[in-house]
């Protein structure tokens, strides 16, 4: 009984602590594994000795094998495969080529620098190859980078643990086994990643099969289903073939996230709930069973391995992996930053360094040790400054770039078409788009739906996107959809055209933001582009007139006779919201009102067919001479 009561207190402990350390990392807004891990530590023997991980025997390995199994399937829940296929090339050469890159120079490092003989080496290197996604996720989202790294990060992180932990049991059964025949290794690579991506393919097609039919069950109930499935799929695959089950896991995660499942995302609140839970119950666990002696006794030379590997390794593997991408220097450079080690590493570390003991084999508390050492520094430096290094390349989510627009009318084709031409991406939603033909004719991809559903904003990939608009005839409508899409995906910028004071608003949702003007009259403005009865101008302020253009500029505002549409400032171009602040430098894009009869036009040569053109209009360009002879006077 006593000693039953001690394994629970152990576990008690565990929990307390490491949903501890989630909330005050929340609250502080850092990394949670940082203090996971510095918990787990203060926990252990090495601290105050109130956590002893060993007293649960065989139970720790069970409990990282389902807990890592949960971790992984979350994490291909989270795979786009749309998304991905923006960086897909590169992601594929992460996973193959960005492997054996780290593999190789991992290995010299740890051998050179650290001293390590051949074999351990590799075996480090195989099991740092790996960026945890349960650190990866977490810090992304707390840290808003742009959507293309953070999509190429959450992939690789995802599809190469799997891949990483099947090459360092390959490692180690070639080391244990002393077959050093590479053919033997790579078919067995080969087979268990096979074997893992078949089963947890059928897998996660039965799992959605389950949510789209089993009527009968209860959404709680269907969620529990899915996690008993998940379990036994990871188990079937590792009897069939030893390590073969994380693979599985992320195979059915991402299956069943790409197979329009009704209830997705209550399942992924779910899931992500008990992925939180495991994370802090592993890290805390692993962590306290860490001997920080054995660590100090790496000396210098293994700190210069992982620092190698931070500073040499991984840009190497960037530069090479994404050469031929369309992603920018500093984007590149993010990348290079960011590759934190987490779960995976920390528990194949763990277990390996048990499983080289029991055969005689000395290294397995160095690796362990060196393992934790390189998970400490690049959690902690790229964990803690993360954030600032994206912000000052200029990264963040702030510049993410694209629009969603909602309501299919002339005014949208008219936004949409400045977006494309700056080849971002955009997409038209609307339940009826009288303007089908007229976008097809301009290659505007539009979603016939409503976008009321939260699936159809997912397929118009807002996740992604820098802006959301809505402008329907129906201003009341338009804000409710511009605070779903704010409390859902998190846009950047959301606007909406609603009947509303902006500055009310303010105190509303301060994340909707009221578009263009104060209570514009979006059906009228619609009718004069369809009828022709405006014109498309641009003007850019400068500093010689500025306080002068910005009371002409107010003025037609004010008479209804112009809307600003678009701002474009630094080479980005926004949406101009109704509060928008001017500065110098400012280039404004927008319509003003023609009055001039339909007749007239025609006999002028203007068609209601010809395209407008944007050219700087005399109206706001040209002083009237009455107020030059004033001013003078």
Not at 237 to 257: N, P
Not at 600 to 610: I, V, Y
Not at 611 to 632: C, G
Request: with cysteine; charged share 15%.
């Amino acid at each position: 009984m006593e000693a039953s009561f001690e394994v629970t207190l152990q576990m008690v402990i565990t929990v307390v602590a490491g949903i501890s350390a989630q909330v005050l990392a929340a609250y502080f807004r850092v990394p949670s594994i940082v203090l996971l891990l510095l918990l787990g530590i203060f926990l252990g023997s090495d601290g105050i000795g109130v956590l002893h991980p060993q007293m649960l025997g065989t139970g720790l390995e069970v409990i990282v094998a389902l807990a890592t199994a949960i971790i992984l399937f979350e994490g291909g829940l989270n795979l786009d495969l749309r998304e991905l296929g923006r960086v897909s090339l590169s992601l594929q050469l992460l996973v193959t080529l960005g492997t054996l890159v780290t593999l190789i120079g991992g290995s010299m490092a740890a051998h050179w620098l650290g001293e390590f003989p051949w074999n351990i080496a590799f075996l480090y290197a195989s099991i740092v190859v790996v960026t945890g996604p349960t650190v990866v996720g977490p810090l992304l989202k707390q840290i808003n980078v742009d959507r293309q790294v953070a999509t190429l990060l959450e992939g690789e992180g995802v599809l190469i643990d799997p891949v990483g932990a099947i090459l360092a049991f390959v490692v180690l059964d070639t080391i244990v086994n002393g077959d050093a025949d590479p053919i033997n290794a790579i078919v067995g690579l080969m087979m268990r990643l096979g074997v893992g991506a078949a089963i947890g393919a059928v897998g996660g097609y039965v799992m959605s099969l389950i949510f789209k039919r089993a009527n009968f069950l209860s959404i709680e109930l269907k969620n529990l289903v899915v996690l008993a499935v998940l379990w036994g799929l990871f188990t079937l695959a590792q009897m069939i073939r030893t390590e073969s089950g994380v693979m599985t896991t992320v195979v059915a995660g991402a299956v069943f996230a790409n197979s329009s499942v009704p209830e997705e995302r209550l399942l992924r609140s779910f899931k992500g709930q008990l992925t939180i839970l495991s994370v802090s119950v592993l890290f805390i666990l692993l962590a306290a069973d860490l001997s920080i002696a054995s660590v100090f006794a790496l000396g210098w030379g293994s700190l210069f391995t992982v620092l190698v590997l931070m500073f040499v390794v991984r840009p190497i593997n960037i530069l090479l992996c994404t050469g031929n991408s369309d992603l920018n220097w500093r984007q590149k450079l993010f990348l290079s930053w960011v590759a934190p080690r987490g779960i995976v590493s920390a528990s194949v570390a763990s277990l390996f360094a048990i499983l080289l003991t029991k055969h005689g084999i000395n290294g397995g508390d160095a690796i362990k040790a060196l393992v934790f050492l390189t998970i400490i520094m690049t959690v902690v430096c790229q964990g803690l400054t993360a954030g600032w290094v994206a912000r000052c390349l200029q990264i963040t989510s702030q510049e993410a770039t694209g629009a969603v627009i909602v309501g299919c009318n002339p005014l949208s084709l008219l936004i949409a078409r400045f977006f494309q031409e700056r080849g971002e991406n955009v997409v038209l939603i609307d339940t009826e788009p009288e303007y089908l033909t007229q976008a097809e004719a301009q290659n505007i991809r539009v979603i016939v739906s409503s976008a009321l559903d939260a699936e159809v904003l997912e397929e118009a990939g807002l996740a992604s996107m820098g802006t959301f608009l809505a402008m329907t005839n129906n201003g009341e409508v338009n804000f409710v959809l511009a605070q779903r899409a704010a409390e859902e995906f998190h846009p950047p910028r959301v606007l909406a055209v609603f009947p509303r004071d902006p500055q009310a608003n303010n105190s509303v949702n301060s994340k909707v933001n009221q578009a263009f003007v104060s209570d514009v009259a979006i059906k009228t403005w619609n009718e004069y582009l369809s009828d022709g009865r405006v014109k498309l101008g641009t003007t850019t302020l400068n500093a010689g007139e500025f306080t002068t253009q910005q009371e002409r500029i107010q003025e037609k505002i004010r008479t209804g006779v112009l809307i600003p549409l678009l701002v474009e400032r630094e080479d980005r171009l926004q949406i101009t919201p109704a509060n928008q602040e001017w500065e110098i430098g400012d280039r404004i894009i927008y319509l003003l009102h023609d009055p001039r009869p339909n007749l007239l036009k025609r006999l002028s040569g203007a068609s209601q067919s010809t395209p407008l053109v944007l050219e700087k209009l005399p109206e706001l360009e040209e002083v009237p001479w009455v107020k030059v002879l004033s001013a003078e006077l």
